[in-house]
């Protein structure tokens, strides 16, 4: 598929739609449908449960979304937190350099300053994309959203650019509520804003996001993790040095390349929950290193978790992993007056942070378009089971007042515990496809067999699987049992 034809997808089953529809919509705002509300929930849970309630003394936080000014510019949003932008002469319309330079398929670092910019520009005569309009030299252009505080708007503040600086300025009261031990995990689920100069893509660059991080604060001398408890299977490395795919194992990445244990550790746990999760394959995941102008000044290791999606024309990251050093705390520690160092066992230690960040959003389109599939005599969204929005869907085959009856009760026992759709509408064969379409990996068919079994002291109905169309004839009795089964429910 490609962008457009995702977009369609999307809104015509109910995921996503861009925001303020009956307006002429918006840029870069997009809102969640049912469907897309449920399969994005989805992924954070299995997310939450993979990377947080499965780790030690890790914990789930939640920061405000609006934040003074103080924070931000000890960070180095307030200075550094830029794009270049660019402008017609003419029409003036606004462009982020980069893409445009990137749509006239011209290549620039992605450190490039607004000098580079309009060097690039001017060799390669790059024109405004509207009107064919001379553009203006770039300039740089912070993203952030500002805000005014109190009665008479006297104080400013932003909406948060990331989720991550409500970790950083948590870190210190948390430590000491918890048992003051390294290290130490906070996880954000939450929303981010940026003001996008040109969003696009869908759901890739936006106004307004949803991140999911973990932000892990350990004592570098003192944090060692075992190799061998993480997968064995070589992963795709693009290593800065040579810009060349590789087939590494975790301990090969230390070996070779010499990144810390800890940090290929996490590279093995990030490529177990996208292959064994997500159940991405294996050729479609990569982890790209980036270095020089490219990398976070404050990264001491910083790699994308890319994946090959088609309706984003290749590989394009969904994540990332960056070894932040002790940068975030010393500058909040510069910037508040106190000092954000610990105590560990009689040691002063200044944390050092490993941030392992996710796009929600990203990854929500990144699964639609993986695994929505056209096949000979349907279309089928073959998402894992962990993530379809729907569980179960209950089928009466007939209007006959008895069928629907027993479907009803079904219907209503099976909604305690899982999430359960209920449709009588057209054939049996549309509402399969119907099903197919939007994911749901179980539908449940009743009919005048059932009503017959029943009378016999048994009942039983027709359960059809999504992903080969097999069909298995299981006693009433036995369905909740079936689905707890089948979606791990104790």
């Known amino acids: 598929m490609n962008i457009d034809d995702m977009l369609a997808f999307a809104k015509a089953k109910g995921f996503f739609w861009q925001s303020a529809e009956i307006y002429g919509s918006a840029a870069g705002l997009f809102e969640y449908g049912h469907l897309g509300a449920l399969l994005k929930r989805r992924f954070e849970a299995v997310w939450l449960n993979y990377f947080v309630d499965s780790g030690e003394d890790y914990y789930l936080i939640e920061g405000a979304t609006m934040m003074p000014e103080k924070p931000l510019v000890a960070s180095g949003h307030a200075s550094r937190f830029n794009d270049i932008l660019v402008g017609c002469s003419k029409c003036h319309t606004y462009y982020r350099a980069d893409v445009l330079l990137a749509e006239n398929k011209v290549t620039v670092s992605e450190g490039a300053n607004a000098a580079e910019m309009d060097e690039a520009i001017k060799k390669n005569n790059v024109k405004c994309p509207k009107d064919k309009g001379t553009l203006l030299p770039a300039k740089s252009f912070n993203m ?30 948390q430590f000491n509520i918890l048992r003051k031990k390294l290290p130490l995990g906070l996880a954000v689920i939450g929303k981010a804003y940026r003001n996008e100069i040109s969003p696009r893509q ?51 990445v230390v070996a070779k390349y010499k990144i810390p244990e800890f940090y290929a550790y996490h590279m093995g746990l990030i490529y177990q929950f996208y292959t064994e999760v997500l159940k991405i394959p294996h050729e479609k995941l990569r982890f790209l290193e980036k270095g020089g102008d490219e990398k976070a000044f404050y990264n001491k290791v910083h790699m994308d978790i890319e994946v090959d999606v088609e309706s984003w024309g290749g590989f394009k990251e969904v994540g990332g992993l960056h070894y932040r050093g002790d940068y975030d705390l010393t500058c909040h520690s510069k910037g508040s007056n106190q000092d954000l160092s610990v105590n560990i066992d009689g040691k002063k230690v200044m944390p050092n942070v490993l941030e392992l960040s996710f796009g929600v959003d990203r990854n929500v389109w990144m699964l639609l378009d993986i695994f929505y599939k056209k096949e000979q005599e349907r279309s089928v969204l073959k998402l894992p089971l962990a993530l379809a929005p729907y569980q179960v869907a209950v089928f009466p ?22 999430k359960t759709d209920f449709d009588s509408s057209g054939s049996i064969g549309r509402r399969y496809a119907r099903m197919d379409e939007i994911g749901t990996p179980f539908c449940i068919t009743v009919d005048y067999e059932t009503v017959d079994s029943k009378a016999k002291g048994y009942g039983s109905v027709t359960i059809r699987k999504r992903d080969d169309k097999t069909q298995e004839r299981i006693k009433v009795d036995d369905v909740v049992e079936y689905f707890s089964k089948a979606y791990g429910v104790v």
Not at 148 to 171: H, I, M, V, W
């Open 144 to 173: 952030m959203i500002d805000v005014s505080l109190g009665p008479e708007k006297a104080d400013t503040g932003y909406l948060r650019p990331e989720t991550a600086q409500s970790a950083y300025l948590n870190f210190f009261r």
């Open 202 to 252: 869908g759901l890739y660059r936006m106004r307004e996001l949803t991140q999911a991080e973990l932000q892990l604060f350990f004592d570098p001398e003192n944090w060692k993790l075992d190799l061998n408890t993480v997968t064995k299977k070589k992963m795709t490395v693009v290593p800065y040095q040579t810009k060349e795919a590789e087939q590494l194992t975790p301990i090969e």
């Open 397 to 418: 085959l007939q209007k006959d007042a008895t069928i629907e009856k027993e479907s009803e009760s079904l219907y209503k026992l099976l909604k305690k515990n899982f």
